[in-house]
Nanobody, 117 residues
Framework: QVQLVESGGDLVQPGGSLRLSCAAS????????MNWYRQAPGKERDLVAT???????KYADSVKGRFTVARDNVRNTVYLQMNSLKPEDTAIYYC???????????WGQGTQVTVSS
């Protein structure tokens, strides 16, 4: 049973930083492509960052140069370092894993990030 548990969301001022964590279990983590999504109120859930099994990464244009995704295959954890935060980064952030065999998407419970002065 795949489980994803996010943590690290908080209220932060514009220009501040946060690091989100997602602890994964129930799959072979080192073989898993992991994603971070976010969903702002009244908007669709959007892909923010991806880290592949070879540690290569991809980012949405809106966060390039400010966010960094990383993984620790010993702790089975994926991170999202968020710097220079803007009010428009306010959203619930979700960790995601899509099983390549079944196509089933697994989601964490989400963690709230609020950027406001």
């Amino acid at each position: 049973q795949v489980q994803l548990v996010e943590s690290g969301g908080d209220l932060v001022q514009p220009g501040g930083s946060l690091r989100l964590s997602c602890a994964a279990s129930g799959m072979i983590f080192r073989l898993a492509t992991m994603n971070w999504y976010r969903q702002a109120p009244g908007k669709e859930r959007d892909l923010v960052a991806t880290i592949n099994v070879d540690f290569s990464t991809k980012y949405a244009d809106s966060v390039k140069g400010r966010f960094t995704v990383a993984r620790d295959n010993v702790r089975n954890t994926v991170y999202l370092q968020m710097n220079s935060l803007k009010p428009e980064d306010t959203a619930i952030y979700y960790c995601n894993y899509k099983d390549p065999t079944t196509g089933v998407n697994f989601w964490g419970q989400g963690t709230q990030v609020t950027v406001s002065s």
